[in-house]
């Protein structure tokens, strides 16, 4: 009988959370995984929410289930799997049945399954992690608007609500939604890499040890910082290690992992020829930070840098005050990436809608989130360094982001986001740039042409040998 509203294909961490929270919205789901070990196991883990699951162990059984036209959600690993699985599920499906990708892909690859002809298709962004999949999620949709709508109601019952606002939008046609996602992760990396910068100048800038550090994230989350990655940093720093009771931070190797899609916002900020140097910063430190022997080998041949600054050099509120203006910063490279790419595919991108759809639900959620939306809303076109109310915070930080900065450079502390956002902030309030050299040497060498300042393009030097 087909009663379900929905399926659900992939029963992972994320897939299963996911179904779960459809079901505890009121939905009648229908789930099937490749292993149906695990959608046994997904059905007795429900709990009372089981009266609302359709179980089903073959594809066929999944599409009899579910309401005509169908919608299903893809919950697989990003990639091939994704077209195997379209593959697979598409000659079952009526015309108009709708699949709609809710992994993180990669939105060229939403962009080609949007635009295959193939039948109605969506790619969405969820951002949250388990727990945001499972209670509410922050969704950017991307796909047709007439499909977006089909299942709009189940995707913003499901959502994070910020002050009962929905975090669940349209954010334009083809990968739009994937791409927003990937920016969102953009923006995820550099605020947690500058995060750890400070977590750094902490450790070994000022020997704080970390319940020390756990306690001053924890008060920064009462301020201007309040966000989910500061407070999550704050219960990290005070967690202990069961096995040696030594905090969980001086046991976890210092080299991160990365799925890829921060990887992806800067291929694309490179062929969009958006400046978001922090969010490359970013990926690049977490590219080095994988280089353990070299990093290892590097201290034995140059020696450890000197570090430790002494105590008076620097106040953790001057801390907080660098990672404020190093955050409206890294915000504001991101969003103008957005509108570059709003701009070069067609989107119209709802920039501050897109600021609201990431005040709750999301990995990157902060008070300051809600403060940009307004911003934005005010003036979408402009970078928000420029809107009054970031302009003013700016002033009143960007000195302890250059006093940060400036005692990393002197103490051998590596500040790759935070020192990529300063100069992004130096740049940009220089009238009178120094690329008047890059184009003397480029005609120089190439007779490429340059403007003058007294008017007119295309001059040419007259270049002694
Ligand atoms: C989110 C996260 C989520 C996940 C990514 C990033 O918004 O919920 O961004 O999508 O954490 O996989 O992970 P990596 O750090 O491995 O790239």
Request: glycine share 12%.
């Amino acid at each position: 009988m087909s009663t379900a509203e929905i399926g659900l294909i992939g029963l992972g961490t994320m897939g299963a959370a996911l179904a779960l929270n459809i079901a505890d919205n009121g939905f009648d789901i229908a789930v099937w995984n490749r292993t149906t070990a695990k959608t046994k196991q997904f059905q007795a883990d429900a709990g009372a929410l089981a009266a609302k699951v359709t179980a089903t162990e073959s594809l066929e059984d999944l599409v009899a289930a579910i309401k005509k036209p169908r919608a299903i959600i893809l919950m697989v690993p990003a990639g091939q799997a994704v077209d195997d699985q379209i593959e697979a599920l598409r000659p079952l499906l009526d015309d108009d049945d709708l699949i709609i990708d809710a992994g993180n892909a990669n939105f060229h690859d939403t962009n080609r399954r949007a635009t295959a002809d193939e039948g109605p298709f969506l790619g969405i962004g969820v951002s949250g992690g388990e727990e945001g999949a499972r209670f509410g999620p922050s969704i950017m949709g991307g796909g047709k608007r007439d499909h977006w709508d089909r299942v709009a109601h189940i995707l913003t019952a499901i959502s994070a609500k910020h002050q009962g606002t929905p975090c669940a939008t349209w954010m334009g046609e083809d990968g739009a939604g994937h791409f927003v996602k990937a920016v969102h992760n953009g923006i995820e990396y550099a605020d947690m890499q500058m995060i750890a910068e400070i977590y750094g100048m902490m450790r070994d800038g000022l020997g704080m040890n970390a319940a020390e550090m756990g306690d001053v994230f924890a008060k920064w989350d009462k301020g201007s910082l309040k966000s989910y990655l500061i407070e999550i940093s704050g219960k990290v720093a005070h967690t202990t290690d069961p096995e040696t009771g030594k905090p969980m931070l001086d046991v976890i190797v210092d080299a991160a992992g990365q799925k890829g899609t921060g990887r992806w916002t800067v291929i694309e900020a490179q062929h969009l020829a958006a400046p978001i140097p922090a969010i490359e910063a970013a990926v690049v430190a977490r590219n080095l930070s994988s280089q353990r022997a070299n990093r290892a080998l590097g201290e034995d041949t140059f020696g450890a840098a000197p570090h430790r600054l002494a105590h008076d050099m620097m106040a953790t509120e001057t801390l907080e005050q660098a990672l404020i203006a190093g955050k409206i910063l890294c915000y504001a490279q991101g969003f103008e990436m957005i509108s570059k790419a709003s701009e070069e595919f067609g989107w119209a991108l709802p920039l501050p809608e897109i600021a609201k759809v990431w005040r709750a639900g999301c990995i990157i959620r902060s008070a300051m989130l809600d403060d940009m939306a307004t911003a934005l809303a005010a003036d979408a076109q402009q970078n928000l360094i420029f809107a009054p109310y970031f302009a003013e915070m700016i002033k009143k930080t960007h000195n302890a982001l250059r006093q940060v900065v400036a005692q990393g450079a002197l103490h051998g502390i590596a500040m790759p986001a935070l020192s990529s956002g300063l100069a992004y902030f130096d740049a940009m309030r220089t009238a009178r740039g120094t690329a008047n050299m890059i184009q003397g040497q480029r005609d120089f060498f190439g007779a490429h042409g340059f403007a003058r300042i007294d008017g007119g393009e295309g001059h040419h030097g007259p270049w002694g040998g």
